[in-house]
């Protein structure tokens, strides 16, 4: 199993910008590639599940609803990211748990929402700077995944887990390649306990990895892939990410 590298848009984008920027990675891809996915936002799911159709990047969504439908305003189901051709759904991501209050057991639901329609979920576990200084890292992420795996036990395997250390979101800092590893084996540890097939499930590094820093990440035997935001804006950036990956 290659390494997953998955652009996270976040809250950006416009059609124009879309359509330069999914042309200009695509022109780039390497010949053999890793697998690579696109997060795009709700509303540009369809055009850009357009642009990648029948190309070697998967469509993802940065966000699916805990509920399968029904009366919730301004929620997007799993169905309706299936019927659009989403592959991979970020789940729990530390912006979603910090801002919107998504709380463990509600990631745990947003990925058996996003399993129960073949859809990936990326689901994501990392702690504050506060939690990292206070040495609390592995009890975090090991908690925030043990919900994950309580409520999605039967097809743990079937998921993508991205380890990002919030204190390194955005901030240009990044955990150094050993200290990364080593969350990523502690998480890796936790899953083999849960499945009889964890090597496939693939564990991403999601702090501030970049075209600088790819390759150093990429190398250590635990980290299958990244979650990038920033740089996936970029396609010279996110091209290279993919190039080390490859």
Known sequence: MGKLIAGNWKMNGAIAANASLVEAVLAGMPASPCAVAMCVPAPYLAQ????????TIALGAQDVSAHESGAYTGEVSAAMLRDLGVRYAIVGHSERRQYHGETDAVVADK???????GITPIVCVGETLAQHESGATEQVVRRQLAAVIHVNGHCISEIVVAYEPVWAIGTGKTASPQQAQQ??????????AATAQPGRIRILYGGSMNAGNAAQLLAEPDIDGGLIGGASLKPADFLAIIAAAS
Request: charged share 20%.
């Open 48 to 55: 850009v599940g357009g642009l990648l159709q029948d190309k």
């Open 111 to 117: 990925a058996r929402q996003a399993l129960s329609l």
């Open 183 to 192: 969350v990523h084996a502690v998480l890796r540890a936790q899953l083999k």
